[in-house]
Each structure stands twice: as structure tokens, then as C-alpha cells.
């Protein structure tokens, strides 16, 4: 019952709290959007992205260019070797026609013909390697260099590389931008806060006196600076709850995310926006409370 | 009305003090003494005068006895409680056994009379149903009634100081402290709310009331404490300190 009694006290207060110090609370509320905004943009690229690279990691492989001229025996031994290859999920001979045939298919998707004025054309035979994970390119590509019957290897390994940089480099920077919008608005909570306590410092000082306790004096201040979170990060889901439908073409075009996956992940987000806003909106209000509070008896 | 402030609870031994400093000394961190050795028992249901000029240590004086600040030396005993023993988490319910008015009233402004005294309860913890019931009690015991709706801008001096009294009564404290409150009230106001303090004082509860003015403090003829520069200068009765000056 005292409980009770105390969490409706601090409740009412901070929220008469909020709007009587209206324009402060709400500049801390659009710092806070903005912040999750960041924030919420940084998660769907980063997550686009993994989910970008899961799948072009899923198609990495080897593939073997052959020597010309090895007959089918030999090219059965050499799918066996190389299927008892560590890390080698599947092998796939294609023989000179069947790869003929996909470049005329190749060709026929663009709407042309291949054509080589008659020339009579020999394709060389490949083998392609489906690898059991995208590490064991490397060791599989050794392995084939010293074959004398392989004369060329390539993989995707480098793209998947490439991929694996850019998306380092943009989190990176990303984390960096959100950490400065971060210590900016905790700063603002700091600010909305410390004013809101010093524009109150009569009745703070009267609670005092009538031995009020530190908790009664505390909580409805911190949260105050809870509620410009939680406010912060309601709009911000919103919004991205708004744009989610219109941009998910995108993430399945660009980012081969599929949707049952982004379901998912937009309650995920949701969760992290809640926390973060929740989380700096109790921080700020709590460092300013507590720096009044420690230098007053 | 008189069973408002009626002491209550564990009767108290005759010789008890209610305040008591023992060997007390203040120096401030510029080498300033604000206070120097002050010795002084108030024993329950004592009205007590605090006088001396400006910058003397009352002002000090009162802030140990409510703990906004520690002595650098001494012993000091409120209401049965060693405050340098005290843990800071224990300070609210010594203030909720001192009741205390200054000067400047110290009202919020943009609340009722009725809501002034109800705030004291409510930021206490105190029940709905309970400050429904004390605040007319202590509204009734003030004289203010029939100005529970009004803004303290809409009150006398006079009236102010009475809701600062009527707060300062909530949880009926066994100490009131008052702080000059007839610094800024007309003659006629400050007899009234002397008047106030001698019937709570006569209620059992024991009053010590700074003050610079001369003419109440020679016409009660109480116990007086002067300071002067930080010392107890007097201890006696109203009449022997007339005498002197």
C-alpha cells in the first residue's frame, strides 16, 4: 500500500513535471527521436547488410577451370578426389557443352543470340565446388593449385571480403555517429532535468524539511527524464513502424532479407529503441539528480 | 483542538532533554567559528528564546539541531537522537519530529492554503484519507479555515505565517523551531502569531523561537539564549536577562 502510494506520488509529479517545463521536455523528447532515429537506420542497414552477406557467403564456392582434353574417366577420378576434399559439400561437373549451353542460356536471358559466325567453339570443362562453409575456399583453392589437370581456380571469397569491410567500416562509423547523438541527448536529459530540479528547488527544499525521504524526492525527477525516453522511443517505433510495409521490397531486392525474418527483426528493434530510450532517459535524469542531491543535506 | 498536539507516546524522564548540545563547536572551512562550546540542555515543553545580532550563530545554531550541517566537534541530542550517530538515510524522520517556520513563510505559491499543508503529508508517504482528516485539524488550530482555498498571494503576513505554522505541525512534531517569525510582520500580526506559538507551546510542544525583537522577548519572560559571536554569552530567564539590559 505505502508502495503504491509512492509510485502514483512520483508518477503524477513527473508527469506534471514533464508539462510544466513543456519546451524543455519536449526539445529532450526530439533529441531522443532523433538519437533512435540514428539508431533505428544504423540497426536496418547493419542487419540488411548480415543479412546481405549471409547470402552471398551461402553462394561462395570454388569453381575449377580443367585441362583440356581429359576423358571422362579421368574427370570422374578427378570429382572424387576433390569431393573427399575437407570442407566440400558437393562437386558438379559441367563438360563443355553444358557450358556452352549456359552461355547460350546466359545470352537468351538479355534477349540475344550468341554468335561466333559459324567458328567452331570449345568451351573448357569446370568443376564447381558447393563448400560446407565459406572458410574452407582457401584450403580447397590450395588444394587444387597443385593439381596438373586444374588451370584455373576462382572463388568469391574476395567479394565476400569486400562485403565483410564495407559493412565493418559502416558500423563503425555508424556506432560512432549514435554514441555522439547519445552523450548529446544525455546531455539534453542532463540539462531538461537539472533545470526542472532547479526551478522546483523551494518545494525540494520544503520536502526536506518536512523529512521527506530521498526516494519521494528522487523518482518523480527521474522519471520525468524516463518519460522523455519513453515518449522519444514510442514516435520512433511509430515511425518506423510506419515505413516498415513501403520499405520491404528494399530489403528483400537489395538485402535478400526474407520477410518472416524482418518480422522478426522489427520486434527486435522495437526492443532495443525501448531499452535505449528507457535507459538514457533513467541515466540523464539520475547523474542530475543525483549531482543536485549530493550538494544539498 | 487540544487533543492535537497532546504529547503522545513513551512518557519522557523528568530530567530528559529534548535539545542538547554538549561542548559544540562550528568552524567553517575559511577558519570562521560560528559556533564555540556551546553547552545547552532544553528540556520537553520548554519555550526558549534564541537572540543575537546578525552573525552571531543562530542561524547555525538551528541548522545542527535540524541536521543541514554537522558540528566539527561536540555532541548534539534532538528529540532523543544522537545526530552525528545518525545515518543520512535516518535524517527525514528526525525532521518529521521537528516542525520548523521562518521567516519568509517559505510557501509554494501556486499552492492552496489547504494544499501547502497537504503537500507535508503527501511527500511523506502520509494516506489519502489521513490528510483529508489533518488538514482541517490543523487549518482549524491555526485559525485558517475558511482560507483553505486561497493563494498564499491572497493572505496576509500574518496568514501566511499561520500556514507555515499549520505545515510545520503535520506530523506533530515535539520540537517547533521558529526562525524570526515576526521579522516581517506589523506589531499587532506578531503578537498574534506569538499567541499561536504559546498555545502550541502550552500543548506540550517545545518551542525555540530565534528572534531579534527586543519587546517580545522582555514581555514573555522566558528562558533566553544569547549568542554573540559564535558564544553563548546568556542562559537565564527573561527576567534576569531584562535586568542586564
Given at each position: 500500500?505505502?508502495?503504491?502510494?509512492?509510485?502514483?506520488?512520483?508518477?503524477?509529479?513527473?508527469?506534471?513535471?514533464?508539462?510544466?517545463?513543456?519546451?524543455?521536455?519536449?526539445?529532450?523528447?526530439?533529441?531522443?527521436?532523433?538519437?533512435?532515429?540514428?539508431?533505428?537506420?544504423?540497426?536496418?542497414?547493419?542487419?540488411?547488410?548480415?543479412?546481405?552477406?549471409?547470402?552471398?557467403?551461402?553462394?561462395?564456392?570454388?569453381?575449377a577451370?580443367?585441362?583440356?582434353?581429359?576423358?571422362?574417366?579421368?574427370?570422374?577420378?578427378?570429382?572424387?578426389?576433390?569431393?573427399?576434399?575437407?570442407?566440400?559439400?558437393?562437386?558438379?561437373?559441367?563438360?563443355?557443352?553444358?557450358?556452352?549451353?549456359?552461355?547460350?542460356?546466359?545470352?537468351?536471358?538479355?534477349?540475344?543470340?550468341?554468335?561466333?559466325?559459324?567458328?567452331?567453339?570449345?568451351?573448357?570443362?569446370?568443376?564447381?565446388?558447393a563448400?560446407?562453409?565459406?572458410?574452407?575456399?582457401?584450403?580447397?583453392s590450395?588444394?587444387?593449385?597443385?593439381?596438373?589437370?586444374?588451370?584455373?581456380?576462382?572463388?568469391r571469397?574476395?567479394?565476400?571480403?569486400?562485403?565483410?569491410?564495407?559493412?565493418?567500416?559502416?558500423?563503425?562509423?555508424?556506432?560512432?555517429?549514435?554514441?555522439?547523438?547519445g552523450?548529446?541527448?544525455?546531455?539534453?536529459?542532463?540539462?531538461?532535468?537539472?533545470?526542472?530540479?532547479?526551478?522546483?528547488?523551494r518545494?525540494?527544499?520544503?520536502?526536506?524539511?518536512?523529512g521527506?525521504?530521498?526516494?519521494?524526492?528522487?523518482?518523480?525527477?527521474?522519471?520525468?527524464?524516463?518519460l522523455?525516453?519513453?515518449i522519444?522511443?514510442?514516435?520512433?517505433?511509430?515511425?518506423?513502424?510506419?515505413?516498415?510495409?513501403?520499405?520491404?521490397?528494399?530489403?528483400?531486392?537489395?538485402f535478400?532479407m526474407?520477410?518472416?525474418?524482418?518480422r522478426e527483426?522489427?520486434?527486435?528493434?522495437?526492443?532495443?529503441?525501448?531499452?535505449?530510450?528507457?535507459?538514457?532517459?533513467?541515466?540523464?535524469?539520475?547523474?542530475?539528480?543525483r549531482?543536485?542531491?549530493?550538494?544539498?543535506? | 483542538?487540544?487533543s492535537?498536539?497532546?504529547r503522545?507516546?513513551?512518557p519522557q524522564?523528568?530530567?530528559?532533554?529534548?535539545?542538547?548540545?554538549?561542548?559544540?563547536?562550528?568552524?567553517?572551512?575559511?577558519?570562521?567559528?560560528?559556533?564555540?562550546?556551546?553547552?545547552v540542555?532544553?528540556?520537553?515543553?520548554?519555550?526558549?528564546?534564541?537572540?543575537?545580532?546578525?552573525?552571531?550563530?543562530?542561524?547555525?545554531?538551528i541548522?545542527?539541531?535540524?541536521?543541514?550541517?554537522?558540528?566539527?566537534?561536540?555532541?548534539?541530542?534532538?528529540?532523543?537522537?544522537?545526530?552525528?550517530?545518525?545515518?543520512?538515510?535516518?535524517?527525514?524522520?528526525?525532521?518529521?519530529?521537528?516542525?520548523?517556520v521562518?521567516?519568509?513563510f517559505?510557501?509554494?505559491?501556486?499552492?492552496?492554503?489547504?494544499?501547502?499543508v497537504?503537500?507535508?503529508?503527501?511527500?511523506?508517504?502520509?494516506?489519502?484519507?489521513?490528510?483529508?482528516?489533518?488538514?482541517?485539524?490543523?487549518?482549524?488550530?491555526?485559525?485558517?479555515?475558511?482560507h483553505a482555498?486561497?493563494?498564499p498571494?491572497?493572505?496576509?503576513?500574518?496568514?501566511q505565517?499561520?500556514?507555515?505554522?499549520?505545515?510545520a505541525?503535520?506530523?506533530?512534531?515535539?520540537?517547533?523551531?521558529?526562525?524570526?517569525?515576526?521579522?516581517?510582520?506589523?506589531?499587532?500580526?506578531?503578537?498574534?502569531?506569538?499567541?499561536?506559538?504559546?498555545?502550541?507551546?502550552?500543548?506540550?510542544?517545545?518551542?525555540?523561537?530565534?528572534?531579534?525583537?527586543?519587546?517580545?522577548?522582555?514581555?514573555?519572560?522566558?528562558?533566553?539564549?544569547?549568542?554573540?559571536?559564535?558564544h553563548?554569552?546568556?542562559?537565564?530567564?527573561?527576567?534576569?536577562?531584562?535586568?542586564r539590559?
Amino acid at each position: 500500500m505505502g508502495f503504491a502510494r509512492f509510485v502514483g506520488f512520483s508518477v503524477l509529479r513527473a508527469w506534471q513535471g514533464f508539462w510544466r517545463n513543456a519546451m524543455m521536455s519536449l526539445a529532450a523528447t526530439a533529441t531522443v527521436i532523433l538519437m533512435l532515429v540514428l539508431l533505428a537506420a544504423l540497426f536496418i542497414v547493419i542487419a540488411g547488410l548480415n543479412s546481405g552477406l549471409e547470402f552471398v557467403e551461402s553462394k561462395v564456392g570454388v569453381t575449377a577451370e580443367l585441362q583440356d582434353g581429359l576423358t571422362d574417366g579421368q574427370a570422374e577420378e578427378l570429382v572424387a578426389e576433390v569431393a573427399a576434399l575437407p570442407g566440400v559439400a558437393d562437386v558438379d561437373y559441367i563438360s563443355p557443352d553444358e557450358a556452352l549451353a549456359r552461355l547460350r542460356a546466359a545470352f537468351a536471358e538479355r534477349g540475344e543470340e550468341l554468335d561466333f559466325g559459324g567458328a567452331d567453339i570449345q568451351l573448357q570443362a569446370t568443376i564447381e565446388i558447393a563448400l560446407e562453409e565459406p572458410d574452407f575456399a582457401r584450403d580447397v583453392s590450395l588444394a587444387l593449385t597443385e593439381r596438373r589437370d586444374v588451370t584455373r581456380i576462382t572463388t568469391r571469397q574476395q567479394e565476400v571480403d569486400t562485403l565483410v569491410g564495407i559493412i565493418n567500416v559502416i558500423r563503425t562509423v555508424g556506432i560512432g555517429a549514435v554514441g555522439l547523438v547519445g552523450l548529446t541527448v544525455l546531455f539534453m536529459i542532463i540539462n531538461t532535468i537539472r533545470i526542472a530540479v532547479y526551478s522546483r528547488a523551494r518545494e525540494i527544499e520544503i520536502m526536506r524539511l518536512v523529512g521527506a525521504s530521498d526516494s519521494f524526492i528522487r523518482w518523480p525527477f527521474i522519471l520525468e527524464g524516463i518519460l522523455c525516453g519513453l515518449i522519444g522511443a514510442m514516435v520512433t517505433i511509430a515511425l518506423v513502424a510506419a515505413i516498415w510495409e513501403p520499405i520491404q521490397p528494399v530489403m528483400v531486392a537489395v538485402f535478400q532479407m526474407p520477410t518472416s525474418v524482418s518480422r522478426e527483426f522489427l520486434a527486435t528493434l522495437a526492443l532495443l529503441l525501448f531499452g535505449v530510450g528507457l535507459g538514457v532517459g533513467a541515466l540523464g535524469s539520475w547523474i542530475s539528480v543525483r549531482s543536485y542531491l549530493a550538494g544539498s543535506s | 483542538m487540544t487533543s492535537l498536539l497532546r504529547r503522545r507516546g513513551r512518557p519522557q524522564p523528568p530530567d530528559a532533554s529534548v535539545i542538547g548540545l554538549s561542548g559544540v563547536w562550528m568552524t567553517y572551512p575559511n577558519g570562521k567559528v560560528a559556533l564555540a562550546d556551546i553547552t545547552v540542555d532544553i528540556p520537553p515543553g520548554d519555550f526558549v528564546f534564541l537572540v543575537g545580532p546578525s552573525g552571531a550563530g543562530k542561524s547555525t545554531f538551528i541548522r545542527l539541531l535540524i541536521r543541514e550541517q554537522m558540528p566539527t566537534s561536540g555532541r548534539v541530542r534532538v528529540a532523543g537522537r544522537d545526530l552525528l550517530r545518525m545515518r543520512r538515510g535516518q535524517v527525514p524522520a528526525l525532521r518529521r519530529r521537528i516542525g520548523i517556520v521562518f521567516q519568509d513563510f517559505r510557501l509554494l505559491p501556486s499552492k492552496t492554503v489547504w494544499e501547502n499543508v497537504a503537500f507535508a503529508l503527501e511527500v511523506t508517504g502520509t494516506p489519502r484519507a489521513v490528510v483529508r482528516e489533518r488538514v482541517p485539524q490543523l487549518l482549524n488550530l491555526v485559525g485558517l479555515h475558511e482560507h483553505a482555498h486561497h493563494l498564499p498571494t491572497q493572505l496576509s503576513g500574518g496568514e501566511q505565517q499561520r500556514t507555515a505554522i499549520a505545515r510545520a505541525l503535520v506530523h506533530d512534531p515535539p520540537i517547533l523551531i521558529a526562525d524570526e517569525p515576526t521579522g516581517n510582520l506589523d506589531p499587532v500580526t506578531s503578537w498574534d502569531i506569538i499567541q499561536l506559538l504559546i498555545q502550541i507551546n502550552q500543548l506540550g510542544t517545545t518551542v525555540l523561537m530565534a528572534t531579534h525583537n527586543q519587546e517580545i522577548v522582555n514581555a514573555m519572560r522566558r528562558r533566553v539564549l544569547a549568542l554573540e559571536n559564535g558564544h553563548l554569552v546568556r542562559d537565564e530567564s527573561t527576567a534576569a536577562y531584562e535586568r542586564r539590559y
